[in-house]
């Protein structure tokens, strides 16, 4: 069961609409949680005011931080969500405000609104979301701007195919997660789960190597680790998926093929998508999809910028 108390709903100035408030009293209305509307300002044209005395720059801060304070108090009136907290806070980058207000307020939830592209289908994550995927000890919802329908499909992104405990615990949590996800939506519980095709240079260099005999096996290993864990949390053999190929390329193929309203996936550290490969391979798996993503942190996870 989700027990959310404290969300917070990251609002852009630049945006008419403000899809992350709307997912975060989606969210709350079923959660019964409250919700704080942040919005981080800077004006670049502070950082050439170094001639000024301390307090012509503090009041330049406070008139600028006001004026947007005011400007969040009647965007939310207009949407009909008057009786919303509001933070306003003055920083060059918006990261390290959302993620200090997190640890310092036991926020359980970030939600946050992605951009679209104008000429593709695809969704532009800002270096912000990047920041906040990395470093946010929350959970982190990047947001489109739709409603969510019910008999939604959501998706789990595990790794069962690993004999690692925290890889373990990282699919149960996940899953978890989904379950009361999809409890809490009406939605539908998918696993995926991607294994790496054959390493070429084996098959070169070791002549009497079979690489179909290698592939079956590999994938043997895959579906049985995949049916004891889908059992393990009552899901159907039918939404469940075994595939071949990079994760980056799995995952947001059958979050396509089957219109997932939201994927949830791992990130950071050694454990998580992120360590099956080298690289980022956890944030080419979100830039590569066009649905909403709840990225989550393994247990135990500090933020660098933990204070």
Not at 32 to 61: F, H, I, K, N, Q
Not at 228 to 242: L, Q
Request: aromatic share 6%; hydrophobic share 40%.
């Amino acid at each position: 069961m989700i027990k959310y108390e404290r969300i917070l709903a990251v609002i852009e100035a630049d945006r008419e609409t403000q899809p992350a408030l709307s997912r975060a009293y989606e969210l709350a209305k079923k959660t019964g949680a409250s919700v704080t509307a942040m919005l981080v300002v800077y004006d670049l044209s502070y950082d050439m005011t170094t001639m000024l005395s301390p307090d012509d720059r503090e009041a330049m801060r406070d008139a600028v931080t006001k004026e947007h304070a005011g400007w969040l108090k009647k965007t939310l009136d207009d949407l009909g969500f008057s009786k919303t907290d509001i933070v306003v806070e003055w920083n060059n980058r918006a990261f390290e405000a959302v993620v200090h207000y997190v640890i310092d307020n036991s926020i359980d939830l970030v939600v946050k609104a992605t951009k679209r592209h104008d000429d593709l289908a695809s969704v532009i994550f800002t270096p912000t979301d990047w920041h906040l995927l990395r470093k946010c000890p929350s959970p982190v919802l990047l947001v489109k701007d739709h409603e969510w329908p019910e008999n939604g499909e959501i998706i789990a992104a595990v790794n069962v195919g690993s004999e690692d405990d925290e890889h373990a615990l990282l699919n149960d949590k996940l899953t978890v997660i989904a379950n009361d996800y999809a409890a809490l939506l009406s939605g539908n519980v998918n696993l995926v789960n991607s294994y790496p095709a054959t390493p070429l240079n084996i098959a070169i260099e070791v002549p009497e190597f079979d690489p179909d005999t290698y592939n079956n096996a590999v994938k043997h290993h895959h579906e049985l680790e995949m049916n004891t864990h889908s059992e393990k949390y009552a899901i159907d053999s039918k939404r469940c998926y075994v595939k071949e190929g990079l994760p980056e390329k799995v995952i947001p193929k059958i979050a396509k093929d089957i219109d997932a309203e939201l994927v949830i996936i791992g990130t950071v550290g050694r454990i998580g998508i992120s360590a099956a490969l080298i690289g980022n391979t956890a944030e080419h798996v979100i830039d590569e999809l066009v649905c909403d993503v709840l990225a989550i942190k393994p247990d135990g996870f500090i933020s660098p910028l933990s204070r």
